[in-house]
């Protein structure tokens, strides 16, 4: 019913910046929430950056200060601004979000919870 497509991943040195986009289509009447995970070698998947329901947005605390997390619902694109990358911010990071489901040019208050694929990025000198 909605899919979620990653792009923006790469290579980067120590320093560098990169922006991930995630582009949310289908059957979407708004988003409701959204977040950005990320897996590193050997590591479990953790959160890195959230907008909630209410708007308030999140950090992961290694992360804070260094990524900005934003939305554009008028796009339906989910954006992570990377800045100041380290080696450990290696990883594959991830799209998800709640999705109030169009039925018909109104919601039914049915909702879709998902996740994109991934996009690798890679930091290193």
């Known amino acids: 019913q909605v899919q979620l497509v990653e792009s923006g991943g790469g290579s980067v040195q120590p320093g560098g910046s990169l922006k991930l986009s995630c582009v949310a289509s289908g059957r979407i009447y708004s988003i409701n929430e959204v977040e950005w995970h990320r897996q590193g070698p050997g590591k479990q998947r953790e959160l890195v950056a959230a907008i909630t329901r209410d708007g308030s947005i999140e950090y992961a605390d290694s992360v804070k200060g260094r990524f900005t997390i934003s939305v554009d619902k008028a796009k339906n694109t989910l954006y992570l601004q990377m800045s100041s990358l380290k080696p450990e911010d290696t990883a594959v990071y991830y799209c998800?979000?709640?999705?109030?489901?169009?039925?018909?040019?109104?919601?039914?208050?049915?909702?879709?919870?998902?996740w994109g694929k991934g996009a690798l990025v890679t930091v290193s000198s």
């Open positions: 998800n979000a709640e999705v109030l489901l169009d039925a018909g040019g109104f919601s039914d208050e049915s909702t879709w919870y998902g």
